[in-house]
T-cell receptor, first 110, second 112 residues
């Protein structure tokens, strides 16, 4: 069966520090992968999606970047975090029946 | 940008009652999906309805889709306290670059 792993679960980082969040998928090949962000009390905003290795589409201009070095690995990064980068980050992959989300990373930039 | 708009934004009902949540969207879709999120957790897929379907059931869930009105509703029958969560509708235009666009969500509170 397909599973999706996302880590860490929580992260507190100072302003200006770098960020790397990792997401891996098991049990499927060549999945479409997504990074979403959810601000407190808000809906989900699509940040990046990838249809294959090295293929990244950015939905909104921002301080973040994404990479897909392997078929089942999707990484969200920042060189210098801003306070406004705080939020709940969710990785997901899409299958025929819908999307499967990871358990999320709560990032607090202080 | 947000595609789906759910209403109401918050709903409080008594256990055993039915909960109806609505979603409207703006552009053409391939399918519409409903998700549930418990506080501080990831999203769980509930049900997917395709643009050529009008109604779908899954256990206590019933989803309708009216593409002419660009709207959908999620009905939870015989609600339970454990149904307390946020519910999101999301639309997918389909195609090779499929991606979900979410509404802001509805907070459902079921009082025991």
């Amino acid at each position: 069966s397909q599973t999706i792993h996302q880590w860490p679960a929580t992260l507190v980082q100072p302003v200006g520090s770098p960020l790397s969040l990792e997401c891996t998928v098991e049990g499927t090949s060549n999945p479409n992968l997504y990074w979403y962000r959810q601000a407190a009390g808000r809906g989900l905003q699509l940040l990046f999606y990838s249809v294959g290795i090295g293929q990244i589409s950015s939905e909104v201009p921002q301080n973040l970047s994404a990479s897909r070095p392997q078929d089942r690995q999707f990484i969200l990064s920042s060189k210098k975090l801003l306070l406004s980068d705080s939020g709940f980050y969710l990785c997901a992959w899409s299958g025929e029946g819908g999307y499967t989300f990871g358990s999320g990373t709560r990032l607090t930039v202080v | 940008s947000q595609q789906g708009e759910e209403d109401p934004q918050a709903l409080s009902i008594q256990e055993g009652e039915n909960a109806t949540m609505n979603c409207s969207y703006k552009t053409s879709i391939n399918n519409l999906q409903w998700y549930r999120q418990n506080s501080g957790r990831g999203l769980v897929h509930l049900i997917l309805i395709r643009s050529n379907e009008r109604e779908k059931h899954s256990g206590r869930l019933r989803v309708t889709l009216d593409t002419s009105k660009k709207s959908s509703s999620l009905l939870i029958t015989a609600s339970r306290a454990a149904d307390t969560a946020s519910y999101f509708c999301a639309t997918d235009a389909g195609g090779a670059n499929s991606k979900l666009t979410f509404g802001k969500g509805i907070t459902l509170s079921v009082r025991p």
